[in-house]
């Protein structure tokens, strides 16, 4: 989320330098986690992969970057998209000959003991397996040996195969062809039923998923977004991004359903680049009501008011009269009503 928003505004603001290292580092870390996610990919049926957890535990706020539930134990990640090379030396990291004022392994201590605190204040007794996985092929960190809980990037994977494979192992099953979900999507609990690798599906246990639920259900809010630059309406930037590369586009001609990028060439759908930017809206200004009159100067370049409206309408609930209507969110309508 905060490196969605911050994405948006670097296209719509000018960032001081100062903003634009924050970005970086929120960008940095968020490729980060896509990569990690990647290794993901094919895992057994009855792992549950629960992404960018903030918990709760003696009184301590922290957060876990993938926390993979497998039958036999629980692995933290702590996720790191560091380049260059790195000393590690008595434990401590330094870059340059000089130390490194967050050491990554500080921080997979701290998360680990609060975790396993937490698993015994809930009642579970699971084994914990923690690791700081460097995910950056640019990536070189000397001094490390065996009993550090680290992967380095060329290790990433083979990790994985033996994890998969031990998986695999302890049910008699044959590797599926379950993908991985996007950061930031929580896995389904109940993973989907593939569609025919012969063997018996995998499914969680009944102690995995339970355990799942319940930290779900303890979830606590993140921590306000304090890197994020103070913005406004008027001041932002307005107008379609190319769903590319991210310039501005010129407007359609009046009865073109298309819209082609001049700097990219990409072509795309005018009423997709709305929605679009209907979503940016929303992702910028989420305690704003939905207006058609407002969404038309936000995407400036579009001269038809009805094409907004028509947008909205296919995507969003009309709420109130003429005058004074506004869309919202289906599922959030049907929340409410419920
Ligand atoms: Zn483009």
């Not at 948006?8 to 580092?25: D, P």
């Not at 930031?184 to 969680?204: H, R």
């Not at 929605?275 to 579009?302: G, H, M, S």
Request: proline share 4%; net charge positive; aromatic share 12%.
């Amino acid at each position: 989320m905060e490196y969605l928003i911050m994405e948006s505004l670097s296209n719509r603001m000018k960032f001081s330098k100062s903003e634009e290292e924050q970005y970086f580092a929120i960008k940095k870390g968020y490729e980060g986690e896509v990569l990690f996610d990647s290794y993901y990919e094919n895992c057994p049926e009855n792992w549950l992969i629960l992404n960018d957890l903030w918990l709760k535990s003696n009184n301590s706020i922290f957060q876990i970057d993938s926390l993979l539930i497998t039958s036999t134990a629980h692995y933290i990640f702590e996720v790191k998209n560091l380049t260059y090379e790195y000393l590690l030396k008595n434990n401590r990291f330094y870059r340059n000959g000089n130390e490194l004022k967050h050491n990554p392994l500080t921080q997979l201590e701290r998360c680990d003991s609060l975790y396993r605190h937490l698993l015994k204040q809930l009642g579970y007794n699971v084994p914990v397996i923690s690791n700081l996985a460097f995910v950056n092929p640019d990536f070189t960190l000397f001094g490390t040996t065996e009993d550090h809980p680290i992967l380095l990037p060329t290790q990433i994977k083979l990790f994985f195969e033996k994890l998969k494979r031990k998986e695999w192992n302890a049910s008699g099953s044959t590797p599926s062809t379950r993908k991985t979900t996007a950061r930031g999507i929580v896995t389904t609990l109940v993973p989907d039923i593939g569609s025919g690798s012969g063997a018996e599906q995998m499914k969680p246990t009944q102690t995995q998923i339970k355990l799942a639920k319940h930290l779900l259900s303890i979830l606590i809010d993140k921590p306000p977004l304090s890197n994020i630059p103070s913005y406004d309406f008027e001041t932002l930037e307005k107008g379609l991004l190319c769903l590319n590369c991210r310039t501005f586009l010129a407007g359609p001609s009046k009865y073109k359903e298309h819209i082609v990028c001049h700097h990219c060439g990409h072509v795309e759908n005018t009423r997709k680049c709305i929605l679009n930017a209907i979503k940016e809206y929303q992702l910028l200004f989420p305690n704003e009501k939905l207006k058609t009159d407002r969404i038309f100067k936000w995407c400036k370049v579009i001269i038809c008011q009805r094409k907004i409206r028509r947008v909205l309408l296919e995507h969003y609930f009309k709420e109130g009269n003429t005058n004074t209507s506004f869309y919202s969110d289906f599922l959030k309508v049907a929340n409410q009503r419920i």
